[in-house]
Antibody
Framework: EVQLVESGGGLVQPGRSLKLSCAAS????????MAWVCQAPTKGLEWVAS????????YYRDSVKGRFTISRDNAKNTLYLQMDSLRSEDTATYYC??????????????WGQGASVTVSS | DIVLTQSPALAVSLEQRATISCKTS??????????MHWYQQKPGQQPKLLIY???NLASGIPARFSGSGSGTDFTLTIDPVEADDIATYYC?????????FGGGTKLELK
């Protein structure tokens, strides 16, 4: 069974940092791209960042470029999101998702339960 | 960025058909493939993939769900609607970065 378990969320002051982790199991982690998607309270889904299987290619939404870093450790089957210079508008639930690639398109076919991040003084 | 537009809500009766639309600001097809996917999200839960590549049913999803469309106009159909289907539905494109989602359509009971 595919499992994605996020951790590392919490309350943090504006301008500070937080690092989210996503532990993967039930599939060969190194064979899949991975992604982070966020959802602000009562709002819709927003893609945040994606990373390729080996970690060599990363992609970010404009609002987090230069502040967030997606990375992965294939030996530990773990995905990360380093969040620096946090702003109140980053307050959201952050979901880790498996990014399946069939040779033509990517689709996020499995999701974790989410980690809540609150940025407030 | 490719903008995806969905109606905010749809009221439907049980056992009836629900049709949820998603319109994109640019063509999300390429070489005959639609880079359009649909997700279901129930309150307090993570999203779940329903439909990928415009019309393909994801694993474990009941056949009452179906997807159609191409180019800039896509539709998710639920027929017949069951009580367990009350949720918010999102379309999402993966043709270009940034990946973008529609604003979501909340399916409600009449």
């Amino acid at each position: 069974e595919v499992q994605l378990v996020e951790s590392g969320g919490g309350l943090v002051q504006p301008g500070r940092s937080l690092k989210l982790s996503c532990a993967a199991s039930g599939f060969t982690f190194s064979n899949y791209g991975m992604a982070w998607v966020c959802q602000a309270p009562t709002k819709g889904l927003e893609w945040v960042a994606s990373i390729s299987t080996g970690g060599g290619n990363t992609y970010y939404r404009d609002s987090v470029k230069g502040r967030f870093t997606i990375s992965r450790d294939n030996a530990k089957n773990t995905l990360y999101l380093q969040m620096d210079s946090l702003r109140s508008e980053d307050t959201a639930t952050y979901y880790c998702a498996r990014d399946y690639y069939d040779g033509y398109y990517y689709v996020m076919d499995a999701w974790g339960q989410g980690a809540s991040v609150t940025v407030s003084s | 960025d490719i903008v995806l537009t969905q109606s905010p809500a749809l009221a439907v009766s049980l056992e009836q058909r629900a049709t949820i639309s998603c319109k994109t600001s640019q063509n999300v097809d390429n070489y005959g493939i639609s880079y359009m996917h649909w997700y279901q999200q129930k309150p307090g839960q993570q999203p779940k993939l329903l439909i990928y590549e415009g019309s393909n049913l994801a694993s474990g999803i009941p056949a009452r769900f179906s997807g159609s469309g191409s180019g800039t106009d896509f539709t998710l159909t639920i027929d017949p609607v069951e009580a367990d289907d009350i949720a918010t539905y999102y379309c999402q494109q993966s043709k270009d970065y940034p990946r973008t989602f529609g604003g979501g359509t909340k399916l409600e009971l009449k």
